[in-house]
Nanobody
Framework: QVQLVESGGGLVQSGGSLRLSCAGS????????IGWFRQAPGKEREGVAC????????????YYVDSVKGRFTISRDNAKNVVYLQMDSLKPEDTAVYFC?????????????????WGRGTQVTVSS
């Protein structure tokens, strides 16, 4: 079964860090642009970060929503078939369920939800 599996969520204090992982099962992630999205209770799903398909030279281009720039870093490990989201300087407003998905495509208005493959999410809770 083709799927994405997120892990690494948990409870952390404000100012702390977490690293989320998005692992591909029966899907090779290096052939896809991979995005991280989040949804807080009562709010719409929000695009957080996107990494493009790896180029021959260097890493894929990245995109971040303004609220996480300078704090979150998206990266790939193609050998492990995993995409990471390193989250530093976490704030209570980062509390949400975080999802990864294929085929992210940033626009001038932000990072809309994709029609690609989605994982089931991992909970991130940041206490104040």
């Amino acid at each position: 079964q083709v799927q994405l599996v997120e892990s690494g969520g948990g409870l952390v204090q404000s100012g702390g860090s977490l690293r989320l992982s998005c692992a591909g099962s029966r899907v090779t992630l290096e052939y896809y642009a991979i995005g991280w999205f989040r949804q807080a209770p009562g709010k719409e799903r929000e695009g957080v970060a996107c990494i493009s398909i790896t180029h021959r030279i260097g890493d894929g281009a990245t995109y971040y929503v303004d609220s996480v720039k300078g704090r979150f870093t998206i990266s790939r490990d193609n050998a492990k078939n995993v995409v990471y989201l390193q989250m530093d300087s976490l704030k209570p407003e980062d509390t949400a369920v975080y999802f990864c998905a294929t085929d992210c495509a940033p626009t001038d208005q932000g990072l809309p939800a994709t029609a690609g493959i989605w994982g089931r999410g991992t909970q991130v809770t940041v206490s104040s």
